[in-house]
């Protein structure tokens, strides 16, 4: 492993890089000019270049909407992602990639990861872990990736097995619970600490901070926090995800049992995770109780934790009279007596299955907020959209005769400036299973996407205004090279692909965006957009 600040800032490139790109900056370019007329940058550049801070206003607001303009117009703004959009990818970038000078008492390494940066000032102890617990992003050296490690400080590990349940949470991947990676201890802070590694999400808060904390640290970008009272529907939603969350590590055999305001994080439009899973069972390890017990806690926590989120008036260990008949004024009646049912004595025992059933049409309600479409699992496997699957898989999704995955970027390129051309030329294009096999010709596949193109140009453009920016973006063909044109064209409709789905009546542009630009789309996109300047 590289040991020292200079070994470790060598893996920083690969991933500030791509930040530093979007901020305008290319450290690359003046570095080679300062090389090339025999000058050392070190005596003329500070080491860590000065960050401009962008000009957000230079982004257009959308313009006024003008309700005779015809469907089919395309308006200008049409053609471009939407700027709350384009901000929400700018500042989760930002607090991935924004580089920070070295931090007193931090060290330069830890174990794999480098390049720590604490993401809140230094705090009292935790409200529930009782120790101070500082959050740190860093960088693995063995992925490339940023994680979120959180420290535990002056806790001393008295048994190994304290750190069994890890392993089980170390297996959970579930959509509202931050996935933990790894745990252990370590003496790089001068004192005993305990490290857990987390999944990054960047740019998130938690449920106390969104709603409850009045001292709360400013968002990103100006935005607002939404404070109290948290709208029925947003109670809801929150509470369908969280009980979702716990019937997943329920069902594992573990117990959440830190579930509190501060320990639910927002990392999208009121997507929640339970974070900070797996702590508590090393830090207040017995190895006697049984899991039973925490579950049963768990469901009492969870029933504090509705209060909580409906009145910031709540303290633990208060009577919960006040704050039911505070619930009964503000909230429909199912919100009293899901509470009443969580905080009340088990009889005999209760399950999150319980809940569940208890929640029945309100998760319904979830389903339809988050997939307002009727999927179609057989849509991509019909019609032109199949061409354009096998296509994707030719150019994308090569294997090599060992059946390993290969990434030849010249073959991307060549397909794609051959599908431009519209040649002639044919291709066999094999599915996964071996079993369908077509010859077409690159005139036929341009076709078959152009037709696919312009189905979603029409009902995007009727279903949802922005869907058609994206899919526009996507294929805007005019203002970007064309190859590169195409290759966005397959980063859009590569899950659609992948998931079938009437997507053209159900685009959701931020949903899929969301999951489509991460750095790693856009670092290979500059690569492409390189090598094909460089004449390849
Ligand atoms: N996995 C993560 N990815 C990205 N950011 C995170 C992650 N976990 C926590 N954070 C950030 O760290 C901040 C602090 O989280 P933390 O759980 O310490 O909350 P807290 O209110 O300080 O609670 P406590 O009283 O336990 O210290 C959160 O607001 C969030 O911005």
Known sequence: M??????????????????MSNLGYDESQSMAMDQS??????????????????????????????????QTSNPLHSFFIPDDLRRTFQARHEATYLPVGPSPGIPSELGVYHSLVQLEGPGGPSRVYGHPAPVYRAVSTVDGNVYCLRRIEGFKLVSETAFQAIDNWRRMRHPNIVGLREAFTTKAFNDNSLILVYDFHPDSTTVYDEHLNPDAPPLSMGRRRQGMPIP?????????????????VHSLNLAARNLDPSKVLITGKNRVR???????????????????????EDLVSFGKLVISMCCEFFQPGQHPAAPLDHIARHYSPDVKNL???????PQPIKSIDDVIRMLGPRILNELDAMQKFE???????TGDRYILKLFRDYVFHSMGVDGKPVLDLSHVLTSLNKLDAGLDERIMLVSRDDQSCLV?????????IEAAYGMAKKSTAVVHPTGIAIAASAGSAGREPLPHAYWWFFQIIEPL????????AMFQPAKYAADLLPPEVERLTRIMGETSRGGS
């Open 37 to 70: 007329m025999g000058m050392d940058s070190n005596m003329f550049m500070p080491q860590q270049p000065m960050r401009q801070p962008l000009d957000y206003h230079l982004y257009t607001a959308p313009l006024p909407h003008v309700s005779s303009n015809l």
């Open 274 to 296: 339970l974070n900070g899973c797996g702590i508590l069972d090393v830090l207040a390890y017995d190895g006697q109780t049984p899991m039973a017990v925490y579950q049963q």
């Open 232 to 248: 029925e529907r947003v109670l809801w939603s929150y509470v369908t995800q969280i009980a979702n969350a716990l019937k997943a």
């Open 375 to 381: 999927m179609d699992p057989r849509w991509s496997d």
């Open 2 to 19: 590289d040991s020292g600040p200079e070994s470790g800032n060598a893996h920083v490139p690969d991933g500030s890089g791509a930040g």
């Open 440 to 448: 077409v010709s690159y005139r036929e596949i341009k076709a078959c």
């Open 339 to 345: 509470v009443l049912f969580l905080i009340s004595k």
């Open 497 to 504: 692909l992948t998931f079938g789905g009437a997507f053209f």
